[in-house]
């Protein structure tokens, strides 16, 4: 009973108001930019460069602004990376069912470079769920918009959460000293941690993403990197059962998310309505993700949703239902991965008893 009072458990709140404010900002201004200009193709691009925002959460200024760095140009390494795969797939005519294969290879092994990156690095947050996120969907885009275009949006989002990540500067109350951030000095335990971190993402993303497409081969399902990111999402965490409980919590948050997000699709909502629900989402998700992952999970889910319906014409019945389904096989995966080594423990002691 204790376990499950603290799944629904809100922590202290830390100005998160403050990261949300800043991560709001960040996405509304290029999605609400580019639905005026009538260019919501490049949505996504603009999407996953505002990831940068939410790194270095509560951070001084000049320590953000290094996080934000690194984990933007990450970020921006990733897409450039995800859409050279895509038009590699167009140019070489790779039937569906092999790039299929294929990406679900190249993205477990951006989980496990990246999360290794993050390691190092000592970004928070910690992981590759982003870094996955951005190359599946980019590089399952089929009609990819002109590289340049892309990438300048890219870039233009990364360099605008990069200046509202130090905007606070402007007001002397909020204003942090300014001093060059010490040199990251990892020690061989760390490095050790980071690979052996890294070894497990690939696993809990290469299992999950190989079983979403053997059930989308057989069933007809899509989207199989919502698989691979549910899988790696309890992989952090700071014990085996808080780690268990991030999994259950998103699919319960998923669940509750889709609720959610079909009765905002009930009400057929203009495009620049969207992006002020995608805004909203972004708010309400930087709110909680600190205090309460099932909470956020119910404002990530139609953030995901919503920005992939901008950027693309897909059923959204198909959507809702291939994003229940994938998110169960990945925390389904993900939960497996965390609880096998305590398992595989408990078993040789006994065997060896």
């Not at 996953?48 to 984990?71: C, D, K, M, V, W």
């Not at 053997?214 to 007809?220: D, I, K, N, T, Y």
């Not at 992989?235 to 319960?252: F, Y």
Request: glycine residues 10%; contains cysteine.
């Amino acid at each position: 009973m204790k376990a499950v009072a603290e799944m629904f458990t809100i922590g202290p709140g830390n100005k998160d108001h403050h990261p949300a404010i800043r991560c709001a900002i960040g996405v509304f201004v290029p999605l609400i930019t580019l639905t005026l200009l009538g260019r919501l193709d490049l949505a996504a691009f603009a999407s996953f460069g505002a990831f940068t925002g939410i790194y270095g959460r509560n951070e001084p200024h000049s320590l953000r602004f290094r996080s934000q760095l690194r984990a933007g140009g990450l970020m921006l390494v990733v897409i450039l990376l995800a859409t050279l795969t895509a038009r590699a797939a167009q140019v070489w005519e790779i039937g569906p069912a092999e790039y299929s294969w294929f990406l679900t290879a190249a993205t477990t092994l951006v989980a496990g470079v990246c999360s290794v990156v993050a390691a190092l690095w000592r970004l928070r947050p910690a992981g590759s769920l982003f870094q996955i996120f951005a190359f599946a969907a980019i590089a399952s885009i089929p009609a990819q918009p002109p590289l340049g275009e892309a990438m300048l949006v890219a870039v233009l989002t990364t360099g605008l959460c990069l200046l509202i990540g130090i905007s606070a500067r402007v007001v002397k109350s909020h204003r942090t000293p300014w001093k060059r951030p010490p040199p990251i000095r990892r020690t061989a335990p760390e490095r050790r941690a980071a690979w052996l971190e890294g070894g497990g993402y690939v696993v809990a993303a290469g299992l999950a993403g190989a079983l979403a497409t053997l059930a989308s081969e057989r069933l007809g399902f899509g989207h199989t990197y919502w698989a691979m990111v549910a899988a790696v999402v309890p992989l952090v965490g700071h014990s085996t059962r808080h780690r268990v409980r991030r999994g259950i919590q998103r699919i319960a948050g998923t669940v509750i998310g889709l609720v959610l997000l079909a009765g905002i699709l009930w009400l057929n909502p203009a495009p620049w309505a969207m992006v002020l629900v995608i805004a909203g989402c972004q708010f309400g998700a930087e709110m909680f993700i600190a205090r309460q992952y099932l909470v956020a999970q119910i404002f990530v889910t139609p953030l995901a949703l919503i920005a992939t319906l901008l950027s693309a014409r897909v059923d959204p019945g198909i959507l809702l239902r291939d994003r229940i389904v994938e998110t169960v096989i990945g925390a389904a995966v993900g939960v497996a991965v965390v609880v096998a080594p305590g398992l595989w423990k408990r078993l040789r002691a006994r065997a060896g008893g």
